[in-house]
């Protein structure tokens, strides 16, 4: 079972509940999508069952695709409007165009088109739930107690999976190249970390709640995460982590109480200790860090091959691999920006990375805005480091519902960035729904909840 497929189910019924109200319909909806969470709807049929790339090589539909589309759709429907992040329609249009006319318009191409515009509409899902959760909101306080809900239970399964129990086992061939790792209910150890890093970050904001419960919930949340992340071994995880609080506590320190600097300096020590320990096992084992600089001299080869435009989207082994032994047995370069460079040239890169980046900026010159958009603004720069980090070292990062788990996050956070001009615009629009209006779709996120 696909973990993160289950995380996205979580969040977006989060926000189906906060557009449509807490009915039959909408429970049965999310309960549906969790029971049948691991499935997969071929819609065009690959040519090859042993694709490596960041989707399938026939275009699939997953349980996360799915329950994206139908809450967008859902959204549309009872706001009557489709929901546009503009800043993401060039690139959609980009790789619409280039597939039809460029690239080729394989199968496998079109599942990455289609994989990329699925991410934009959690982009989009993630803004326009940003915008109509309140921080100090009772949906604030139960999307914290969701993940550290999940956090809970991945420690105890990784705890037990130490202690040598049989419990949500890898492949075997996966398991026998992890050796020691551990990885939670997921698939693979790295899939636990990369989620579980990106979930810290949507605690951070609760460090600085009004309420004690949440800061502590938050508090002991972040402590307990280190424990999966270093069971699961992933270097890349534990650096992002560190990042990830380094950057928090460097913008929040005149506000931070003692105890909190105290764990943020534990929690420094002890995922730094299994960083170099991590590395010093590694490189005993493979002599040296394996072979990621071979893939990078590959990747800048291709990219000087095919600047502009790339080779198309998923088809990075098929492209590359004639150049390369090692790339045609299935490795392609770990490196997100080099990765995506190749596959859709160096336009598709700028127009696909371009808007993140702007939106990191526009958080930077927000990180001294005063009240909950200054929160916002400083946990957002904390993913900086995690995307970096993660970004550097692995490509798994553009694949399915790891790219739907990074998007949903970060629309979320840009939906919270710009929720006051949101405000203003819906109260101008409809006079009084901020007020306490009982409009059911809207009762959780804008009424009595968001006071």
């Avoid at 803004?127 to 914290?144: N, Q």
């Avoid at 809970?152 to 075997?172: K, N, R, T, Y």
Wanted: some cysteine; charged content about 10%; proline content about 3%.
């Amino acid at each position: 079972m696909d973990t993160t497929k289950l995380l996205i189910a979580a969040v977006v019924g989060l926000c189906l509940i906060l557009w449509q109200g807490i009915n039959r319909t909408t429970i049965a909806a999310i309960l549906v999508s969790l029971l049948f969470s691991s499935f997969t709807i071929t819609l065009i049929k690959g040519a090859s069952q042993s694709h490596i790339g960041i989707a399938h090589s026939g275009v699939e539909l997953t349980a996360a695709s799915l329950l994206i589309i139908v809450a967008l759709l859902a959204y549309s429907l009872v706001f009557r409007r489709f929901p546009v992040p503009w800043m993401a329609l060039p690139f959609v249009v980009y790789s619409l165009f280039a597939v039809m006319f460029i690239w080729g318009g394989t199968t496998a191409q079109w599942s990455g088109v289609f994989l990329v515009i699925v991410a934009i509409a959690a982009f989009a899902l993630g803004i326009v739930g940003g915008k109509s959760i309140s921080f100090e909101s009772r949906t604030a306080g139960f999307l914290l107690f969701l993940v550290a809900a999940v956090v809970a239970i991945e420690v105890i399964v990784v705890l037990l999976q130490f202690a040598g129990v049989s419990i949500f086992p890898m492949d075997g061939r996966i398991a026998k190249l992890m050796g020691t790792r551990t990885n939670g209910t997921f698939e693979h150890p790295a899939n636990l970390g990369k989620a579980l890093v990106f979930l810290s970050v949507l605690v951070l904001p609760f460090l600085r709640s009004a309420s004690r419960v949440r800061t502590g919930v938050a508090s002991v949340t972040l402590a307990a995460t280190l424990i999966p992340l270093v069971l699961s071994g992933g270097r890349a995880n534990l650096i992002a982590y560190v990042g990830m609080l380094a950057v928090w506590f460097w913008f929040n320190r005149p506000r931070l109480s003692g105890r909190i600097r105290i764990f943020a300096i534990v929690a420094a020590v002890i995922a730094g200790a299994a960083v170099t320990t991590s590395v010093i096992v590694r490189m005993l084992e493979q002599g040296s860090l394996g072979e990621r600089d071979h893939f990078i001299e590959v990747a800048l080869a291709q990219i000087g091959r095919t600047p502009w435009f790339g080779v198309g989207l998923n088809n990075y082994l098929d492209a590359v691999g004639p150049y390369d032994k090692l790339t045609s047995q299935g490795w392609p370069v770990h490196n997100i920006f080099l990765h995506m460079a190749v596959e859709t040239g160096i336009i598709g890169a700028i127009l696909f990375f371009g808007p993140l980046i702007w939106s990191f900026i526009i958080a930077f010159r927000m990180r001294r805005v005063g009240g909950n958009q200054e929160t916002m603004a400083r946990a957002y720069l904390a993913l900086l480091p995690v995307v970096l980090s993660i970004g550097f070292t692995g490509w798994a990062l553009l694949s399915n519902s790891e790219l739907y788990l990074w998007f949903l996050i970060s629309g979320f956070f840009i939906g919270q960035l710009s929720r006051d001009r949101w405000e203003r615009k819906v109260s101008k629009r409809f006079d009084g729904l901020l007020n306490g209006v009982n409009i059911p779709q809207l009762r959780l996120g804008l009424g009595r909840d968001a006071k």
